[in-house]
């Protein structure tokens, strides 16, 4: 069974930092793209940002485009997303989600990033 | 950006009822188009792709349509499990975008 774990969120203050972190296991993750999407409080689905199944490009919402950068470890099965500048309107649940090539699947249960002072 | 909008924002359906959900793209995403079903309190579930191919273990009930610039989700008998926010997702250009959501609620 193919499981992605997210970890690494919680409370920061405007302006601050995060490493988010995602542990894929049960499938060949070198061969997967990756992506990011959040969900605001009550809100929908916004994609943030992805990564070749190499790590070689990457790409970005422009919301977030200079504040956070996406990378990978294959060799140990995780998707990484580091987010600085933090703003307030970042807060939100973190999915990090396998690109089937077919639509994201499956998704990890999320992470929450809360960004206040 | 492509923009994706759903309707209605909100549907009201009695169980054992058809639910005919509506997606329309800005500009043409050929049949890249995907369908998420999401539960209060849990992770987005893949339903369908490629506009009209069911995911692994998505009950029959489920069926998507459409290509180009418009879409649709139809639940043919609702069940009480398929009461939830669904969301289509265009993958056929960058950056990849969402609907902003269908709330499917129990009449």
């Known amino acids: 069974e193919v499981q992605l774990v997210e970890s690494g969120g919680g409370l920061v203050q405007p302006g601050g930092s995060l490493r988010l972190s995602c542990a894929a296991s049960?499938?060949?993750?070198?061969?997967?793209?990756m992506h990011w999407v959040r969900q605001a409080p009550g809100k929908g689905l916004v994609w943030v940002s992805h990564i070749k199944s190499d790590g070689s490009s990457t790409n970005y919402a422009d919301s977030v485009k200079g504040r956070f950068t996406i990378s990978r470890d294959n060799a140990k099965n995780t998707l990484y997303l580091q987010m600085n500048s933090l703003r307030v309107e970042d807060t939100a649940v973190y999915y990090c989600a396998r690109d089937s090539y077919r639509g994201f699947d499956p998704w990890g249960q999320g992470t929450l990033v809360t960004v206040s002072s | 950006e492509i923009v994706m909008t759903q309707s209605p924002a909100t549907l009201s359906v009695s169980p054992g009822e058809r639910a005919t959900l509506s997606c329309r793209a800005s500009q043409s995403v050929s049949s890249n188009l995907a369908w998420y079903q999401q539960k209060p309190g849990q992770t987005p579930r893949l339903l369908i792709y490629g506009a009209s191919t069911r995911a692994t273990g998505i009950p029959a009930r489920f069926s998507g349509s459409g290509s180009g610039t418009e879409f649709t989700l139809t639940i043919s008998s609702l069940q009480s499990e398929d009461f939830a926010v669904y969301y289509c997702?265009?993958?056929?250009?960058?950056?990849?975008?969402f609907g902003q959501g269908t709330k499917l609620e129990i009449k």
């Open positions: 997702q265009q993958y056929n250009n960058w950056p990849y975008t």
């Open positions: 049960g499938l060949t993750f070198s061969s997967y793209w």
